[in-house]
């Protein structure tokens, strides 16, 4: 069996067979949050003198060992390029990430942040769609993560620990780094774009919630909930990357409101949220 070093040597292998550039931020984009990823090389009519080639696109299914994306609202590509109006930081951004409930281990779902780390990349910044458990919350509201709560029944340290990546045991006492925080918070005041903060539930769907469980969720003290992001925090807190979170509240969770919840909701409220989402997230990139 090949261990997870040599596989993410392969696919570092494959992707420098295709780009030069060498990414110094990750970014994995969730659902109906991929147009940032459209931003990736634009330049507005000039070329980037440092980046005459532009961005590499790449589908997952060119990747060695990479899964597909299959979720709604995932292109499943990784773009690796310039963002001209961010300070023409390289960036590693995944139009799409891997999900428990697509029927992915653990180990699956966290190999792209293990082939960042390898790369060297030390920023890792995670976005999502999430339901909102606070009432006064309003789809398209944006939410810094400054915690989060595992409630998936699963941890994809599990198993024999990857020393080449961390230790067996790592600190999870500050998992969103908070002078990253600090930065989203300055930006988005310059921007006065409203960001809510709170502590984010991860679900292993793909159901949706129940309202019970959205209660116990308030008692615990969240303000969001979804099916991603805490397993690749806990993985690359594990690598001892650099991690900020931010969530596009979607809907309000089951029992807030007298209607179901659908994945199409979800899709297009994050898509109506899209260019506030990316004039914030490529002012982050600029100011980190």
């Known amino acids: 069996m090949i261990d997870i070093k040599e596989k993410t040597a392969e696919t570092i292998a494959a992707i420098r067979g295709r780009t030069a550039l060498e990414p110094e931020i990750g970014l994995i984009l969730g659902s109906g949050l991929g147009a940032l990823g459209d931003q990736i090389g634009k330049t507005d009519g000039s070329a980037d003198p440092r980046d005459s080639a532009g961005p590499c696109v790449i589908p997952y299914g060119e990747l ?3 899964p597909k994306s299959t979720a709604p609202g ?4 990784l773009v690796i390029g310039r963002v001209p109006r961010a300070g023409g930081k390289v960036v590693f951004c995944m139009q799409g990430r891997f999900h428990y409930y697509e029927g992915y281990s653990m180990g699956e779902i966290v190999y792209p942040v ?6 060297g990349i030390k920023t890792l910044i995670l976005t999502n769609a999430a339901g909102g458990l606070d009432p006064s919350f309003t789809p398209g509201d944006l939410m810094l993560i400054t915690d989060h709560i595992n409630f998936t029944g699963n941890n994809p ?5 990857a020393e080449d990546f961390g230790p067996r045991f790592p600190d999870m006492s500050k998992v ?3 002078d990253l925080a600090e930065t989203a918070r300055r930006t988005a005041a310059a921007l006065a774009i409203p960001l809510r903060e709170g502590v984010y539930v991860g679900y292993s769907g793909p159901s949706f919630e129940t309202p019970a469980e959205i209660r116990v969720f308030q008692l615990f003290g ?7 992001t805490v397993a690749e925090a806990i993985a690359a807190r594990h690598c001892g990357m650099k991690i900020l979170a931010l969530s596009c509240i979607t809907n309000l969770a089951a029992g807030l409101l007298d209607k179901p919840i659908t994945a199409e909701e979800v899709t297009e409220t994050a898509g109506r949220a899209g260019e506030r989402f990316t004039r914030l997230m490529t002012e982050i990139l600029k100011n980190i």
Do not use: D, E, K, Q
């Open 64 to 66: 060695p060992h990479f």
């Open 74 to 77: 995932h292109r499943g590509n």
């Open 114 to 119: 293990r082939v960042m780390a390898a790369l």
């Open 157 to 161: 340290l599990i198993g024999p620990n």
């Open 176 to 178: 969103y780094t908070p």
């Open 222 to 228: 969240a303000s969001a909930v979804g099916m991603s």
